[in-house]
């Protein structure tokens, strides 16, 4: 089956004991065990539930991975992950990674002595000088938020083979529709299924795929151990979120295609961040790893413009937190998603105050252009 049909026929199609077209909600935390020794494939909820289980299946079906598991949030499923490494173990992660998986390295994981080495994983050549024998994985963002950031996962994960260590690709922002991290090498695939796969910013959840049974049988102890599950309701809503993936990409796409463009003309923006331009240092991996640009754009106003007025003059697009929904939200990575990481680092690598990031969404492309328009022109200093 071709992608747009295993999003929707993908994983446990149905419920095979009535025939329902939708897997039912197993709103249910333990199950009848008909006797001693004797049960029907699920016991208790955190180690098993059909509706969740169904849900897994299909995310795995959809990277080509062994197995999947679902989290009760993105982090909930990095912080499985993570939990795969030991004591004086290091992983190398790209230099602008999701604030919150640089916070539960810095601030939890580093209290049981897992490290990690922040890397410009773009760059090969400093990829492979940084592996070193406590080195166990490559943790990549590609593209990174929020700066777009783009890293051949191919090369990548044949370095990582080479080194006998993991590669693990955060694919939030491409969804699978786009981008299959496994077939291009890599181990582990992650997703804050909040954002693109959920696409209703209407739910919190995380998913996470394996390449190997080995894996497989790790991660599944790590989920039912730790417990940070997905609930059956949530399961089903991510279930039939994913099912329109395809035709929401479709729209992302063609609209962030305009809106750089469209911003690339303004006088108030400096800089733009969106590998679909052809000058973008990554534009040529990208179009050979992924099959489109995504809608993540960020980009930089003038020093004459002012951030906070961009946002307060804005009508159609909301200013919140989180991306890949439906409706367009932007963002200020410096004091929201990425204030977790230090001033000196945000500094460093080019998070910086005047940052602005654009989820762009699948509404009408005039009315989004006029927004950002009018609120561009309404953000001058005076
Ligand atoms: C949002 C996000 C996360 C965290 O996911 P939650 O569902 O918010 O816990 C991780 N990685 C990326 C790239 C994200 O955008």
Redesign the pocket.
């Known amino acids: 089956m071709k992608i747009k049909s295993l999003l929707i026929h993908g994983g446990k199609d149905g419920d095979e004991f009535t025939g329902a077209v939708n897997i039912p909600i197993y709103q249910t935390s333990t199950f009848k065990q008909p006797e001693f020794g004797v049960n029907k494939g699920y016991e208790y909820s955190r180690t098993g539930n059909p509706t969740r289980e169904s849900l897994e299946k299909l995310i795995s079906d959809l990277e080509e991975g062994y197995a999947g598991f679902a989290f009760a ?6 912080t499985a992950v993570l939990s795969l490494f030991k004591s004086e173990d290091q992983i190398i992660i790209s230099n602008n ?2 604030g ?2 640089f916070r539960v390295l810095n601030q939890i994981f580093n209290n049981f002595n897992i490290g990690y080495k922040i890397v410009d994983t773009s760059n090969l050549n400093e990829v492979e000088k940084n592996i070193d024998k406590n080195v166990k994985a490559i943790y990549i ?1 590609t593209p990174t ?1 929020p700066l777009m950031d783009i890293t051949d996962i191919e090369e990548a994960a044949k370095i990582a083979r080479k080194h006998k260590i993991l590669t693990i690709v ?1 694919n ?2 491409m969804t699978p529709y786009l981008q299959r991290p496994i077939l291009l090498g890599a181990d582990i695939v ?6 693109y796969l959920g696409g209703h910013s209407d739910l ?3 998913l996470a795929v394996v390449n190997t049974e080995d894996l497989a049988e790790k991660l599944h102890f790590i989920q039912n151990s730790t417990g940070g599950i997905l609930g059956p309701f949530d399961s089903f809503l991510l279930i039939r979120g994913i099912k329109t993936l395809s035709v929401r990409m479709d729209r992302h796409d063609e609209n962030a295609k305009l809106i750089a463009q469209f911003l690339k003309g303004r006088p108030e923006i400096e800089k733009i961040y969106y590998p679909g331009f052809k000058e973008h240092p990554g534009h040529d991996i990208q179009k050979k790893q992924a099959d489109g640009y995504g809608a993540m754009i960020s980009f930089v106003l003038r020093r004459e413009y002012n951030y906070k007025k961009f946002f307060k003059n804005l009508s159609l697009i909301t200013f919140g937190e ?3 929904g439906v409706e367009s939200l932007v963002c200020h990575p410096a004091s929201m ?1 990425h204030a977790a990481i230090p001033y000196e680092i945000r500094q460093k690598v080019g998070i910086t105050d005047n940052l602005i990031r654009l989820s762009v969404g699948i509404e009408d492309k005039e009315d989004l252009i006029n927004d950002l328009k009018e609120s561009l022109e309404a953000s001058k200093e005076v």
Do not use: C, R
């Not at 949030?73 to 990095?78: C, D, E, F, T, V």
């Open positions: 949030s993105g982090m909930a499923a990095i990674v999701y919150g998986t963002e938020n955060d939030t922002f992650i997703h804050s299924a909040t954002k919190v959840a995380g989180s991306l890949g998603t």
